[in-house]
C-alpha cells in the first residue's frame, strides 16, 4: 500500500537560516509528489509538485524540492526562512487510481527570531 | 477568480445529530474531493465527485456520504454523529481530478465539533 512518511513532526529553525524538511514515500510505480503548506486555521495551499522530468522542482515563495528515486524522497528545502514561514508542511502522493492523495503526517515548522 | 468556499466554517453538533457541510469549488472546476483532518489520523481521503458521480471512496463508514450538483457544487452529510468525527473536513476542487495532471485547490475547511 502507498504511504508517505515525514520523520519530523516539529522542527525549529532560526530566521534566516537554511531549511531541509524530509518526506519519504512507498509506492510501487512512479509516483506523483506534491508539497501543500497550511498556515494555522487555513486551508492547504499547494507549494510544488513533482510528476516527472528534471528532479529539482522549483515552487513558490522560494521553496524547491528534489526527487530521489533511489532513496523513495523528496524532500523540501529553503535557503532562508522567514517568520512568515512558519507553518505545518505536508507531503503527499498520488495514490491509487490517482485521483486521490495519500498523505504524511504533517511537519510542524517553528521560526526563531 | 473566487477559491474554493466552504460552509459553514464551524459547526458544533451534539452525539446522535446529522449534519451537513457544503463545497463550492472553483469555476470551471468538476471534480470535488473531501478530506478529513484530525491531529490523531491527519488528512484522510474520503470521497471525490466528477460530474455529480463518486468516483472514489475513501475507507469511512457509511454514516460519511456525498453528493454532488450539476453546477459542481457538493455536500458531504454525516449521519449519527460520534465524538471521534470532531475534526477539520476539507474539500478540494480541480478541473478533472487526475492528481498526475491537475492541482488540486483546497477551501478553508468547516471545523466540526461534536460534543
Known amino acids: 500500500a502507498q504511504s508517505v512518511t515525514q520523520p519530523d513532526i516539529h522542527i525549529t529553525v532560526s530566521e534566516g537560516a537554511s531549511l531541509e524538511l524530509r518526506c519519504n514515500y512507498s509506492?510501487?510505480?512512479?509516483?506523483?509528489l506534491f508539497w501543500y503548506v497550511q498556515s494555522p486555521g487555513q486551508g492547504l495551499q499547494l507549494l510544488l509538485k513533482?510528476?516527472?522530468?528534471d528532479t529539482l522542482v522549483q515552487g513558490i515563495k522560494g521553496f524547491e524540492a528534489e526527487f530521489k528515486r533511489s532513496q523513495s524522497s523528496f524532500n523540501l528545502r529553503k535557503p532562508s526562512v522567514h517568520w512568515s514561514d512558519a507553518a505545518e508542511y505536508f507531503c503527499a502522493v498520488g495514490a491509487g487510481s490517482n485521483y486521490q492523495l495519500i498523505w504524511g503526517a504533517g511537519t510542524k515548522l517553528i521560526i526563531k527570531p | 477568480k473566487a477559491g474554493v468556499t466552504q460552509t459553514p466554517r464551524y459547526l458544533i453538533k451534539t452525539r446522535g445529530q446529522q449534519v451537513t457541510l457544503s463545497c463550492s469549488p472553483i469555476s470551471g472546476h468538476r471534480s470535488v474531493s473531501w478530506y478529513q483532518q484530525t491531529p490523531g489520523q491527519g488528512l484522510q481521503f474520503l470521497f471525490e465527485?466528477?460530474?455529480?458521480?463518486?468516483?472514489n471512496k475513501g475507507n469511512f463508514p457509511g454514516r460519511f456520504s456525498g453528493r454532488q450538483f450539476s453546477n459542481s457544487r457538493s455536500e458531504m452529510n454525516v449521519s449519527t454523529l460520534e465524538l471521534g468525527d470532531s475534526a477539520l473536513y476539507l474539500c478540494a476542487s480541480s478541473w478533472d481530478g487526475y492528481v498526475g495532471t491537475d492541482t488540486q485547490y483546497f477551501g478553508p475547511g468547516t471545523r466540526l465539533t461534536v460534543l
Open positions: 465527485y466528477f460530474s455529480e458521480t463518486q468516483r
Open positions: 513533482y510528476f516527472s522530468g
Open positions: 509506492y510501487g510505480a512512479t509516483p506523483y
